[in-house]
C-alpha cells in the first residue's frame, strides 16, 4: 500500500511515471502523421502527404490512421519512462564533475542520450516491426492480414522466430544512438536560450517547453531520416517477400530504382510530426514533473 507515495518520493519514480505520460501525449498527438510518414516511405506510388491522407480516410476511414496504434502505445509508457529514466542516469553519470544539485553539461547531455537511443532501441526494435507490418495492411504492401498487434506479434514469430521479431535492431540503433544524442543536447540547449537559467531554476513557460520539444524533434529526425527510410523497408519484409540482404544491400538498390530522393521521401511529413509529437512529449514530461515535485 505504501508502494506508490514512496516510489513517487524519489526522483527516479518521478522522472519514471512523467516520462510515461510524455510518452502517452507523444503517441495520440502523432500517430495519424507517423502513418503517412510510412507509406510514403515504402512506395513512391501512394503520392503526396495530402493524397495519401485523402485516399487513406476515403477508402478505411479516420480510424484507418491509427490503424497499428495500440503496439506502441501499449509500450509507449514503459518505453518512454525508460527513456527518460535512463537519460537521467547516464547524463548525469557523464559529467561526475558537476554537483548533483547542478544540471549536467551539454556533453554529458550529449553522451546520456546516446546511451539512452542505444539501449532503448532492444525495446522499440521490435515494436516498430509490428506497427510498420499494421500500417501497411490493406496498401498492397503488406502480405498479413492478421488484425492487432498481438496476432502479427504471434504470426512474426511463428514464421519467422527470434530473428524475425528483432528484424532491423542493428539499423535501429544506427538510427537512435546518435539521435537521441543530438535529441537531448538540442532540447536542453534551446530551451537555456529561450529562458536564461531555467535549467536550474525550471521555471521556463509552456511555449518554450513547446518549442524547445518541437525543435529537438526536428533535428534529430532531419539528422536520422535517410536510416529510418531504410529501416522501415527492412522491417517490412517478411520470410515470403525478401528483397534486401542487408542494410547496404537496401541503401544500393533503394538508390538505383529511385534515385537518392528516396532518402528524403517523406521528410515532411516526418518533421512536421516530430514537432507536434516531440512538443507534446517534452511539455508533458516537465509538467507532469513539475506537479509530482509539488505534490511531494
Known amino acids: 500500500m505504501d508502494f506508490w507515495p514512496e516510489y513517487l518520493a524519489s526522483s527516479w519514480g518521478r522522472e519514471f511515471v512523467a516520462g510515461g505520460i510524455g510518452g502517452i501525449a507523444g503517441i495520440i498527438s502523432g500517430y495519424p502523421l507517423d502513418t503517412i510518414r510510412i507509406l510514403q516511405q515504402q512506395n513512391s506510388n501512394f503520392g503526396s502527404a495530402f493524397t495519401i491522407l485523402r ?3 476515403a477508402k478505411d476511414g479516420p480510424v484507418a490512421l491509427y490503424r497499428g496504434m495500440a503496439a ?3 509500450s509507449v509508457t514503459f518505453q518512454n519512462a525508460m527513456v527518460f529514466q535512463i537519460y537521467a542516469v547516464l547524463s548525469r553519470a557523464s559529467c561526475t564533475s558537476v554537483s548533483s544539485n547542478e544540471p549536467p553539461s551539454l556533453k ?3 553522451l546520456g542520450g546516446v546511451g539512452t537511443g542505444a539501449l532503448q532501441s532492444m525495446l522499440l526494435s521490435p515494436v516498430e516491426l509490428v506497427k510498420i507490418r499494421l ?8 502480405s498479413q492480414s492478421e ?4 496476432r502479427v506479434a504471434k504470426n512474426i514469430w511463428r514464421n519467422e522466430g527470434f530473428r524475425g521479431i528483432y528484424r532491423g535492431l542493428g539499423i535501429t540503433v544506427l538510427r537512435d544512438a546518435p539521435a537521441h544524442g543530438l535529441y537531448f543536447w538540442t532540447y536542453e540547449y534551446t530551451r537555456e536560450k529561450l529562458h536564461p537559467g531555467c535549467r536550474k531554476s525550471s521555471q521556463e513557460s509552456l511555449n518554450t517547453m513547446l518549442i524547445a520539444g518541437g525543435l529537438a524533434g526536428v533535428s534529430s529526425w532531419f539528422f536520422s531520416y535517410p536510416l529510418d527510410v531504410i529501416k522501415t523497408r527492412l522491417q517490412a ?3 515470403s517477400s525478401l528483397k534486401y540482404k542487408g542494410i547496404l544491400d537496401c541503401l544500393t538498390k533503394s ?3 529511385e534515385g537518392y530522393i528516396v532518402l528524403c521521401r517523406g521528410l515532411g511529413t516526418a ?3 516530430a514537432f507536434v509529437v516531440n512538443g507534446a512529449i517534452f511539455s508533458a514530461y516537465e509538467i507532469t514533473l513539475r506537479c509530482l515535485f509539488f505534490h511531494n
Open 55 to 57: 485516399n487513406v480516410v
Open 72 to 74: 506502441p502505445l501499449a
Open 108 to 110: 554529458g547531455v550529449a
Open 135 to 142: 500500417q501497411l495492411q490493406n496498401t498492397g504492401q503488406s
Open 147 to 150: 488484425k492487432g498487434p498481438v
Open 237 to 239: 519484409q517478411s520470410p
Open 255 to 257: 538508390i538505383k530504382e
Open 271 to 273: 518533421v512536421s510530426r
